[in-house]
């Protein structure tokens, strides 16, 4: 029990320390006391609950929701974008520009850097920043041939990519998911397609989304999902892909003949990864991203912070 001359000395301390800014030097000067009564009194004061800090900015929550992602998940680092009013649009540009702020600054000893492909890596690709790393090669890690929605395709961001750090690409000339098992096999067998999938084993680094076959999905708008597709996907536990790459709510694999006909890197291979950085917005990919912590294919999150908090909370 704290007696009225111990409450009123902490309480003087404070204020002259939080208030009027001065330093513990200073103040023991004034107070006649030694500086490290002074220290101690100023955590007294805390650890009594005379003296309480906020950190009065938006960053504090997402700083929070960042800490407890990586506890929760076993993360090496969490980014939360603040979002709060922000509409779908505005929400995967500020996700995608702080996606492309985290790798423009971690590419220290990067040499082989394997992407994905998809609307917002297309968007972080477009907010990179132009910077000179002519040794860094940029790997596609799966095919995408065709016509339509091909800006978001994994060779065409590798190229984009690859522009932006004035580096090298690679190219996958092979369709994402082909329309057969033997012409699949087929395919990789092909020298140049075979000689790109060995360099996506053995990339640094992997930058890559998260997809929600059954909300927005862009496999669906590209045409690489039918209806009858989406339907046994349900059936048998899908909640997400990564790469083309099917998974159910626990991380695991799971088991459809879409799996057997795409090219490109397996479920297994990202976790062989030394760093795969995941970037994703939107809280209809919830499911999915849970899916992807749970199998372990995620090392760095970047994510708008509604959906981070429903994760805390699921």
């Known amino acids: ?130 910077i000179r790393r002519e040794d860094i090669k940029i790997i596609p890690l799966e095919g995408g041939m065709g016509r339509q929605y091909v800006e978001i395709h994994a060779n065409q961001l590798a190229y984009e990519l690859a522009k932006k750090l004035n580096g090298k690409c690679s190219y996958l000339y092979a369709p994402a998911i082909v329309e057969t098992k033997e012409l699949k096999e087929r395919l990789m067998e092909m020298q140049d397609i075979e000689a790109v999938l060995q360099e996506g084993r053995n990339v640094d680094k992997a930058l890559i989304g998260i997809g929600n076959p059954f909300e927005n999905s862009t496999l669906e708008k590209i045409g690489y999902l039918k209806k009858e597709d989406l ?43 030394k760093e795969v950085i995941v970037v994703v917005e939107g809280e209809h990919k919830l499911d999915s991203v849970f899916g992807a912590l749970k199998g372990n294919y995620i090392d760095v999150l970047v994510i708008d912070e509604f959906t981070a908090s429903s994760l805390i909370d699921k």
């Open 1 to 130: 029990m704290l007696s009225w001359e111990e409450r009123r000395q902490m309480v003087k301390v404070a204020t002259l320390y939080y208030f009027e800014g001065l330093t513990q030097d200073q103040i023991a000067k004034k107070v006649g006391v030694s500086r490290p009564i002074i220290s101690k009194l100023l955590q007294k004061s805390k650890d009594t609950g005379i003296v309480e800090i906020y950190i009065k900015d938006e960053s504090a929550h997402t700083v929070e929701l960042e800490q407890k992602l990586v506890k929760k998940f076993a993360l090496k680092d969490a980014i939360v974008i603040p979002t709060s009013g922000s509409s779908p649009e505005s929400s995967k540009r500020a996700v995608a520009r702080a996606g492309a702020y985290y790798l423009s600054r971690n590419l220290k000893g990067v040499k082989n850097l394997g992407i994905s492909w998809g609307s917002t890596l297309a968007e972080l690709v477009a907010q990179f920043p132009y």
């Open 231 to 273: 339907d046994s996907l349900r059936e048998v536990g899908a909640v997400g892909d990564i790469g083309f790459r099917f998974f159910n709510q626990a991380g695991k694999p799971i088991q459809h003949p879409l799996n057997d006909k795409v090219i490109g890197a397996s479920l297994e291979l990202l976790k062989k990864i």
